[in-house]
């Protein structure tokens, strides 16, 4: 059972933008936290975004400024807008939900940023 439903990744040129969309299936409840993460070749996975159900933000330093993290607690989603894209922004990035019993994630969507 997919629990968590990404979409919005693709192939941009450097300098473009693309959103990320993620919504959590009903089997969900009690989300305390969503967000983003992204795993490159060869890297461990990082922490891109993350936003809690009660709007506190925190971003990663590569990021700040260029991504906007928002959610949605009714429907149980999340958005990244990522904007001036770079090369190094290339990855299979992750949706995760948090609550107090397990840690959910995606199945990821590929982003790739061109030179």
């Known amino acids: 059972q997919v629990q968590l439903v990404e979409s919005g990744g693709g192939l941009v040129q450097a300098g473009g933008s693309l959103r990320l969309s993620c919504a959590a299936s009903?089997?969900?409840?009690?989300?305390?936290?969503m967000g983003w993460y992204r795993q490159a070749p060869g890297k461990q996975r990082e922490l891109v975004a993350s936003?809690?159900?009660?709007?506190?933000?925190d971003y990663a330093d590569s990021v700040k400024g260029r991504f906007t993290i928002s959610g949605d607690n009714a429907k149980k989603a999340v958005y990244l807008q990522m904007n001036s894209l770079k090369p190094e922004d290339t990855a299979v990035y992750y949706c995760?939900?948090?609550?107090?019993?397990?840690?959910?994630w995606g199945q990821g969507t590929q982003v790739t940023v061109s030179s």
């Open positions: 009903r089997s969900i409840f009690s989300i305390s936290r």
């Open positions: 995760n939900a948090v609550n107090s019993w397990s840690n959910y």
């Open positions: 936003i809690s159900s009660g709007g506190t933000i």
